[in-house]
Nanobody
Framework: QVQLVESGGGLVQPGGSLRLSCAAS????????MAWYRQTPGKQRELVAAITSRSSTNYTDSVKGRFTISRDNAKNTVSLQMNSLKPEDTAVYYC????????????RGQGTQVTVSS
């Protein structure tokens, strides 16, 4: 059974930092492409950051220079370091795993709430 379990969300003031983590099980983590998405009510889900099995990364423009995605294949985890947080970063953040063998095979965690507010 595949499980992706996010942690690290919470309430933070503008300009603050949070680190999200996602622990994966039930997949050969090292070969999967991993990503973080976010969603707010009434909006489409947005790709925030992605990291391939070879650790190539990409980010949506609004988080470039502020967020960093990384992975630890030994621990089957992917993380998202979020700095200089803004109110518009408020969303539920989801961890996503995509099979490199069949791009239609994807898994998503339950999500973790991030709220940026003073």
């Amino acid at each position: 059974q595949v499980q992706l379990v996010e942690s690290g969300g919470g309430l933070v003031q503008p300009g603050g930092s949070l680190r999200l983590s996602c622990a994966a099980s039930g997949i050969i983590f090292s070969i999967y492409d991993m990503a973080w998405y976010r969603q707010t009510p009434g909006k489409q889900r947005e790709l925030v950051a992605a990291i391939t099995s070879r650790s190539s990364t990409n980010y949506t423009d609004s988080v470039k220079g502020r967020f960093t995605i990384s992975r630890d294949n030994a621990k089957n985890t992917v993380s998202l370091q979020m700095n200089s947080l803004k109110p518009e970063d408020t969303a539920v953040y989801y961890c996503n795993a995509t099979s490199p063998l069949n791009r239609r095979i994807t898994y998503r965690g339950q999500g973790t709430q991030v709220t940026v507010s003073s």
